[in-house]
């Protein structure tokens, strides 16, 4: 079995919808059990979420884009996350993140450097999206990688769109692929 988890905080919801398209992406692997953490209003997960971590085989880090990186919330666990830290305890598992704002660039990409630092620190092997942008006249929000991320799944969420009108189609198919690849390739380094 093919251990994934999502770790990840909401202020508005946009982001569930993101980390739910993760899971559908990695759930759709045969043999991938997939574990979602969210992190509450005041930065917390639920007791034991250090073990959980350690026993995966994969984790995907998600927060929105807030003032050019992510959440005080996601932060405050990647804090938290030096006791892993310190025993090595997810060193050489896969690692990859997502992450949206109300803007079409809103410094997500710092987010996501912010995500692949964190994984560098735990000695985590780096996941991209493997994915062609969508860029030309033709292409537009329902498409795959129309915000262009390559090191991590990215989606845009304007400021006065509710839940259920963003993040849009395409970049939810982006993500459910991001969780796809992930799955697979620790599947494939599983079988090895």
Request: net charge neutral.
């Amino acid at each position: 079995m093919t251990k994934i988890a999502i770790v990840y905080f909401s202020g508005y919801g946009h982001t569930v919808k993101q980390a739910e398209a993760v899971q559908r992406g990695a759930a759709a692997v045969d043999g991938t059990e997939v574990t979602v953490l969210r992190i509450d209003q005041d930065g917390n997960l639920l007791d034991g979420w250090a073990d959980t971590l350690a026993a995966q085989d994969a984790i995907i880090y998600g927060s929105p884009t807030y003032m050019g990186g992510p959440a005080w919330q996601f932060k405050k666990f990647a804090d938290a996350s030096s006791k892993l830290w310190m025993k090595q305890g997810l060193k050489d598992t896969f690692a990859a993140g997502f992450t949206n704002s109300a803007s079409v660039n809103g410094d997500k990409y710092a987010t996501i450097q912010y995500f692949f630092t964190l994984s560098q620190q735990h000695g985590q092997l780096w996941i991209g999206t493997g994915l062609m942008p969508s860029n030309k006249k033709e292409h537009g929000p329902e498409d795959i990688n129309w915000t262009a991320g390559s090191a991590g799944a990215l989606a845009i969420s304007p400021s006065d769109a509710s839940v259920d009108e963003a993040p849009r189609s395409g970049d939810l198919k982006t993500a459910e692929l991001l969780g796809q690849r992930v799955a697979q390739l620790a599947k494939w380094r599983q079988a090895r």
